[in-house]
């Protein structure tokens, strides 16, 4: 069952990058539903998912041509939805992080203080925290939220298990949390 899938869906492919805008049609209501699935457990609402599952087969179907047939295209499709919302999580929480810079009592300054200001400032607070925690914590979070390392980068360049990075960063993040008060950061 599953080859004939494959197969299918190989040819789906190779018919949509020939022109074929039925085969297009095709592949596209075979999947949204499965896109629309994952996004909704990832995302939890579902206007965001139904917004998100049109960006990924958009963004799918542009790339068709990098779809080298090593798995099965819903593999594939999978690990691009699995991407998009890991991504969206990471771009929504850094949203949400610089609403927090412009809150008037968070920067020591008058309220007439440029935006900007406000932004160093609180940047200033966060690297005072970061300097309480150890040297190896610190480059660890600096990695990979300033550099914006993958845990797989991190793995190659620590030479660690995914599991035992995983872990450092949890354990890095909990003592930067006990940092924050103690730097009187939101006082």
Avoid at 12 to 32: D, F, H, P, T
Avoid at 64 to 69: A, E, I
Avoid at 78 to 92: D, S
């Amino acid at each position: 069952m599953k080859c004939a899938t494959k197969s299918e869906d190989g040819d789906l492919v190779e018919g949509i990058l020939n022109g074929s805008g039925k085969k297009l049609a095709r592949l596209y209501q075979k999947y949204y539903p499965k896109v629309f699935f994952r996004c909704l457990t990832m995302i939890k609402n579902q206007e965001e998912a139904r917004d998100l599952t049109q960006d990924i087969l958009l963004k799918a179907f542009c790339h068709l041509n990098t779809f080298r047939g090593d798995s099965s295209f819903s593999t594939w499709l999978y690990a691009i939805t699995t991407n998009h919302c890991i991504e969206y999580h990471r771009k929504n929480k850094i949203r949400h992080f610089v609403e927090l810079d412009q809150v008037n009592h968070m920067a020591d300054s008058d309220p007439d203080a440029d935006h900007n200001d406000a932004k160093g400032i609180l940047t200033e607070k966060i690297f005072a925290c970061l300097e309480q925690i150890p040297p190896m914590e610190k480059q660890l979070l600096l990695m990979r939220y300033k550099q914006s390392l993958s845990i797989r980068d991190l793995q190659q360049r620590l030479q660690l298990s995914p599991s035992a990075v995983k872990m450092r960063l949890m354990r890095a993040r909990k003592k930067l949390e006990r940092a924050i008060p103690a730097q009187g950061m939101f006082a």
